[in-house]
């Protein structure tokens, strides 16, 4: 699990691998992919492949927002 705390809490985001770090320079997104909740950018990786990358702290905020129990698992 990848944790984060998001309004002060605790939430932990269910993760299949973590494969590696890199760093990155993210790229804004165009209008259509902007609209996506939780999308905040793109890069290109060292691979030459893209990737998107999320905000955890807005996907934490909109569960936060429709879960009064944060207990429950996402």
């Not at 770090?21 to 030459?48: E, F, K, S, W, Y």
């Amino acid at each position: 699990a990848l944790i984060a705390v998001v309004d002060s809490k605790k939430l932990a985001f269910e993760v299949e691998s973590i494969i590696g770090q890199q760093q990155v320079v993210m790229r804004d997104l165009n209008d259509h992919l902007a609209a996506i909740p939780g999308l905040i950018g793109g890069t290109i990786l060292a691979d030459g492949e893209p990737g998107m990358i999320i905000g955890l702290d807005t996907i934490g905020k909109a569960f936060i927002k429709t879960n009064t129990n944060t207990e429950m698992v996402a």
